[in-house]
């Protein structure tokens, strides 16, 4: 399964529900039971682009892993199923402070591109 950027919303279709999206990933990969072999990435990428023209692109990404059913509904839609690495659990069945541990792509890249800013005195 390959999906990217923000058709990643819309991977089951255009008015999807969070089960139907859940469903057609791991329909997906239900031949899959080595969860080394079900390895998945939130990824964010930030891209600005300044008065002179110059691009500074951060990246930040969270890995993980799709495990094979989903039990707690809710929050990110793709959370009911992705581990992240390092815990045995997804994100949806997360302890609060964990969760905001584990699922960082985003402030990463936002960090990643706030420290370009400061080093560039902007």
Same mark, same amino acid.
């Given at each position: $399964?390959?999906?990217?950027?923000?058709?990643?919303?819309?991977?089951?279709g255009?008015?999807?529900?969070?089960?139907?999206?859940?469903?057609?990933?791991?329909?997906?990969?239900?031949?899959?039971?080595? $969860?080394?072999?079900?390895?998945?990435?939130? =990824?964010?990428? #930030?891209?600005?682009i300044?008065?002179?023209?110059?691009?500074?692109?951060?990246?930040?990404?969270?890995?993980?892993?799709?495990?094979?059913?989903?039990? =707690?509904?809710?929050?990110?839609?793709?959370?009911?199923?992705?581990?992240?690495?390092?815990?045995d659990?997804? $994100?949806?069945? $997360?302890?609060?402070?964990?969760?905001?541990?584990?699922?960082?792509?985003?402030?990463?890249?936002?960090?990643?591109?706030?420290?370009?800013?400061?080093?560039?005195? #902007?």
């Open positions: $399964m390959e999906s990217h950027g923000v058709y990643t919303a819309r991977y089951a255009e008015n999807a529900t969070q089960i139907q999206s859940l469903d057609k990933v791991l329909n997906k990969l239900k031949d899959i039971y080595k $969860m080394s072999d079900r390895s998945a990435t939130f =990824v964010c990428v #930030l891209t600005a300044l008065e002179d023209g110059e691009k500074i692109v951060a990246r930040g990404e969270c890995k993980g892993f799709i495990a094979k059913e989903y039990k =707690v509904l809710g929050g990110l839609t793709y959370g009911p199923i992705f581990i992240p690495e390092g815990s659990k997804p $994100m949806s069945e $997360m302890r609060e402070e964990d969760y905001e541990k584990s699922h960082n792509h985003r402030e990463k890249a936002t960090k990643i591109l706030l420290e370009e800013f400061r080093k560039r005195n #902007l």
